[in-house]
């Protein structure tokens, strides 16, 4: 018994040690096994075919099986799946590669893509935060992955870390200088912390580098324009449509003043952001919502799946029936039913929002249909005469006035029509706070109707006569030729921030026939702004009468007639109406005490041309906004011209 104890120990300490090489060599032959499975799936995903993909997915889970702790396997299987689609269980098995191996650099970069692609099928904030965690701890570990600082960069600004994703940016640029996705975040962050010279130099680099259809993306124009206008603009020749793009961007451009298109960089930034958000495998995206974010801005909101929004629609309505004896019988209506998932990103500043549906449940947003009305969010009309936005040609697109980050300085502008010796004059008038210490500049630029320059000028601003310890003031005087001019006046200080007032102003060419000025409220008595035959004007750019002065008004009219003895009879009628809340005059009937004012007073003139100021009481004048309107007959040829303004008493 004692024999056959001790053989029986001596077996029991020897077959661990006889099993050891037999599981030793089942494992390298698993492993063996998993490497060629490994092998052979990568081999099929070089098809990128739907069933290259299921094999590869089916080949790497039984790698996956074999050798469980082989963080390889789990990287490949993370790739494969996302590849087919299934984030979900793509993100799990990239996560345990990551743990098997924390160096393992081709997981962290898809485990980061994959949290990407989450959030632009979601939009919810924990996924941009996982996707700045992925790429910060692959930069950590890998200096030289430009992509992933591009895609912190983005992330950091989509989170509204402007500051921190340009820093995320320029260092992306450091290590990558000839990267075309780190130009290009480089180049609208730059923008958007205030730096446009260098956004325009940037994106040249960055548009250079790119793929040619991604470049061919930031050079059109079609997401901003009307169907009609596009296909228009298509059919014109390689010349016409350059120039045709060249009035496009300076009737966008929110301040001419400038040397760079501000119009041109938000559209390029915005398209910068919304495609390198999107840019996933080596895919650059493009979906409804990159062209929505380029022409209206982000939104500010999204709504995933919206309760009042089916998941269902049926696309592809068919009748069903059959002949029978000639006649059709009809079975009722039928059709495909497509799943979808529906998000709404809405625009409350902007008067509108815009349905988008991921149709196959793709991720690729697509507008729904429409047989007869244009789908596509359009601003309200209330938002385009938003003084602060610059709409497009067309109303498709909006631009903020002033560049991003910019502090905005309050301006006030008048711009009046006079007649010199060489024909039409405009006189342009510029106004902010400031103190006689201050050091402020103003520049001004006319644009004819085929936006060319016309007359451009910049001055320092001096003390303003209406108050010249509180405001600033300067004045540009333009000779322009007749038709539709755009005016821009613009002001800016040393520490960078600036005030921008846009106008349109029609021309008329003169003519043989009796015609007046723009009236123009100024500031003083008459007797304090002429000398030595000149006029010296100082308008009152607040067109708002505070005290019991009278209102002093110049004008000048053109082409009086004169009589045998050459001298021009004239008279001049000039009347304060108070405007309704529709802003319009009432009735002579109507005015009652305090309402208005009516004189009327005859004169003479020994030239043609008349230079005219007159004091207008108000004192009896009730608080409201008022109109006054100036006649002038000739009465020698019996003609008439009328100009009008508005001031509000206080």
Same mark, same amino acid.
């Given at each position: 018994m004692i024999r056959v104890a001790v053989v029986a120990c001596l077996l029991a300490l020897a077959l661990p040690a006889m099993e050891r090489p037999a599981r030793a060599a089942a494992e390298d032959g698993a492993a063996r096994t998993a490497d060629s499975l490994h092998t052979h799936a990568l081999d099929v995903l070089k098809d990128d075919s739907v069933d290259g993909r299921r094999i590869a997915v089916r080949d790497l889970e039984r790698a996956t099986e074999l050798a469980p702790a082989d963080a390889r396997h789990h990287a490949a299987l993370g790739l494969a799946l996302i590849h087919s689609g299934y984030d979900h269980r793509a993100r799990t098995e990239l996560l345990a590669a990551v743990r098997l191996d924390p160096g393992n650099l081709e997981?962290?970069?898809?485990?980061?893509?994959?949290?990407?692609?989450?959030?632009?099928?979601?939009?919810?904030?924990?996924?941009?935060?996982?996707?700045?965690? %992925? +790429?910060?701890?692959?930069? !950590?570990?890998?200096?030289?992955?430009? /992509?992933? &600082?591009?895609?912190? #960069?983005?992330?950091?600004?989509?989170?509204?870390?402007?500051?921190?994703? %340009? +820093?995320?940016?320029?260092? !992306?640029?450091?290590?990558?200088?000839? /990267?075309? &996705?780190?130009?290009? #975040?480089?180049a609208y962050l730059a923008y958007r912390t205030g730096e446009a010279s260098r956004a325009e130099q940037l994106f040249a680099m960055a548009l250079d580098r790119l793929p040619g259809d991604v470049a061919a993306r930031f050079e059109d124009t079609r997401p901003l324009m009307s169907d009609a206008d596009a296909d228009a603009l298509d059919r014109l020749p390689a010349a016409q449509h350059r120039e045709r793009l060249r009035r496009f961007w300076s009737a966008s451009d929110p301040d001419p003043t400038t040397d760079v298109n501000e119009g041109l960089l938000e559209y390029w930034s915005r398209m910068a952001h919304a495609t390198l958000l999107l840019h996933d495998l080596d895919r650059w995206r493009w979906d409804e919502r990159t062209a929505l974010y380029a022409r209206l801005g982000a939104p500010d909101a999204v709504r995933f799946e919206p309760p009042e929004a089916p998941l269902w629609e049926v696309r592809k309505r068919t009748r069903?029936?059959?002949?029978?004896?000639?006649?059709?019988?009809?079975?009722?209506?039928?059709?495909?039913?497509?799943?979808?998932?529906?998000?709404?990103?809405?625009?409350?500043?902007?008067?509108?929002?815009?349905?988008?549906?991921?149709?196959?449940?793709?991720?690729?947003?697509?507008?729904?249909?429409?047989?007869?009305?244009?789908?596509?969010?359009?601003?309200?009309?209330?938002?385009?005469?938003?003084?602060?936005?610059?709409?497009?040609?067309?109303?498709?697109?909006?631009?903020?006035?002033?560049?991003?980050?910019?502090?905005?300085?309050?301006?006030?502008?008048?711009?009046?029509?006079?007649?010199?010796?060489?024909?039409?004059?405009?006189?342009?008038?510029?106004?902010?706070?400031?103190?006689?210490?201050d050091s402020l500049w103003a520049d001004a630029v006319v644009l004819d109707s085929s936006e060319t320059l016309v007359a451009h000028g910049s001055v320092a601003l001096s003390p303003s006569a209406c108050d010249p310890a509180e405001r600033r003031v300067a004045q540009f005087a333009f000779d322009v030729p007749p038709g539709v001019h755009r005016v821009a006046l613009s002001v800016h200080d040393a520490h960078g921030a600036r005030g921008l007032v846009r106008a349109l102003r029609h021309v008329e060419p003169t003519s043989g026939a009796l015609s007046v000025s723009d009236l123009v409220l100024t500031c003083g008595a008459p007797g304090d702004m002429g000398a030595n035959g000149t006029v010296r004007l100082n308008p009152d750019l607040t067109a708002i009468s505070r005290?019991?002065?009278?209102?002093?008004?110049?004008?000048?009219?053109?082409?009086?007639?004169?009589?045998?003895?050459?001298?021009?009879?004239?008279?001049?009628?000039?009347?304060?109406?108070?405007?309704?809340?529709?802003?319009?005059?009432?009735?002579?009937?109507?005015?009652?005490?305090?309402?208005?004012?009516?004189?009327?007073?005859?004169?003479?003139s020994a030239a043609s041309l008349r230079r005219q100021f007159v004091s207008v009481p108000i004192h009896d004048l009730l608080p409201g906004r008022y109109e006054l309107d100036v006649s002038i007959r000739d009465l020698v040829r019996g003609t008439d011209a009328v100009a009008r303004l508005t001031f509000t008493r206080e």
């Open positions: 997981a962290r970069r898809a485990l980061m893509l994959c949290w990407k692609r989450e959030w632009y099928s979601v939009q919810e904030k924990w996924a941009l935060d996982s996707t700045l965690a %992925a +790429a910060r701890q692959l930069v !950590a570990r890998d200096s030289s992955a430009c /992509d992933a &600082e591009v895609v912190a #960069a983005v992330t950091l600004y989509e989170l509204g870390h402007v500051r921190d994703g %340009a +820093a995320a940016a320029e260092a !992306a640029l450091a290590r990558c200088p000839e /990267d075309g &996705e780190a130009l290009l #975040a480089a069903q029936g059959g002949w029978l004896n000639g006649v059709w019988v009809d079975l009722g209506g039928g059709g495909l039913s497509t799943p979808y998932i529906p998000m709404v990103l809405e625009y409350p500043r902007l008067g509108t929002y815009q349905v988008v549906q991921d149709v196959g449940l793709r991720r690729d947003f697509r507008l729904p249909d429409a047989r007869y009305d244009d789908p596509r969010a359009q601003p309200s009309p209330a938002t385009l005469q938003d003084a602060a936005l610059v709409s497009t040609p067309g109303g498709r697109a909006v631009f903020p006035l002033l560049p991003p980050g910019m502090r905005s300085l309050p301006v006030a502008a008048s711009i009046a029509t006079f007649q010199g010796a060489g024909g039409p004059r405009l006189l342009a008038q510029v106004e902010t706070p400031g103190q006689p210490s005290g019991d002065d009278p209102l002093v008004v110049y004008f000048e009219v053109y082409r009086l007639t004169a009589d045998r003895d050459g001298l021009a009879h004239f008279e001049y009628r000039y009347r304060v109406r108070r405007l309704d809340a529709r802003g319009r005059p009432g009735s002579d009937a109507e005015r009652g005490p305090g309402s208005g004012v009516d004189v009327r007073r005859e004169d003479v």
